[in-house]
């Protein structure tokens, strides 16, 4: 009996492997047909409406990209965008307290303190020139970062913008693990570090599909 279901199984180990062959090829073909791929894409797609506004698809390649050299969660990148301008979407991004761009530096911040201007909250005196200069950037101690290689950092533009948070983020201890601290050290309000990780944890917890919803997008593209 025992020889019985030995043989029994060798037996069905072929069948098996051609069964799950052909469903394999079967499930290929399947994935072609438009009705699968629109029923797929709107699946990817409805991960936007776990969220207050959606994140801009072209935005998220951006935070990848910076997470890849300063090691700063992307999706943290993301949820300060959120906070700080609404995805850019705000009327102006100069603050009333001087803050610019789309990650709302203080310019002290981003040119360096060591600016003889800068003093008090860091709006100091600079001029726009030298806000974007690499060599007042390295002089004076600033977070700036020239993320596209047009050889100026501008706070306006949004790769360098967001290059430039994340290289702040990371010296403040986000790279090694340091969120709260982090977050705290950008903007010195424990409502603003409420604000911004629960849009980390929101995002991070989906980040998965936010990745498939860009490469859907590509493909589509």
């Given at each position: 009996m025992q020889k019985f279901k030995m043989g029994l199984i060798i037996l069905l180990i072929p069948t098996a492997i051609i069964v799950y062959v052909f469903l394999f090829f079967v499930w290929q073909g399947l994935k072609e047909l438009p009705i699968v791929q629109q029923f797929t894409q709107e699946e990817v797609v409805t991960?936007?409406?776990?969220?207050?506004?959606?994140?801009?698809?072209?935005?998220?390649?951006?935070?990848?990209?910076?997470?890849?050299?300063y090691n700063v969660p992307w999706t943290l990148l993301a949820a300060h965008h959120r906070i700080e301008t609404r995805f850019s979407t705000m009327k102006t991004l100069l603050s009333p307290a001087g803050a610019e761009g789309h990650m709302q530096f203080m310019p002290c911040t981003f040119v360096g303190w060591q600016h003889p201007t800068c003093k008090d909250l860091g709006k100091g005196a600079i001029p726009p020139d030298e806000l974007k200069s690499l060599a007042a950037i390295e002089k004076y101690g600033g977070y700036g970062v020239d993320a596209n290689g047009d050889g100026i950092a501008d706070p306006y533009d949004i790769e360098d913008a967001i290059f430039s948070a994340a290289n702040y983020l990371a010296h403040s201890g986000a790279a090694t693990g340091d969120i709260e601290g982090a977050?705290?050290?950008?903007?010195?309000?424990?409502?603003?570090?409420?604000?911004?990780?629960?849009?980390?944890?929101?995002y991070s917890e989906h980040k998965d599909e936010l990745v498939a919803l860009v490469s859907a997008t590509k493909e589509e593209g």
């Open positions: 991960v936007q409406s776990f969220f207050d506004m959606p994140i801009p698809e072209a935005y998220i390649p951006i935070y990848m990209a910076a997470e890849a050299e977050v705290f050290h950008y903007n010195h309000s424990d409502k603003y570090v409420r604000d911004v990780l629960h849009f980390y944890h929101l």
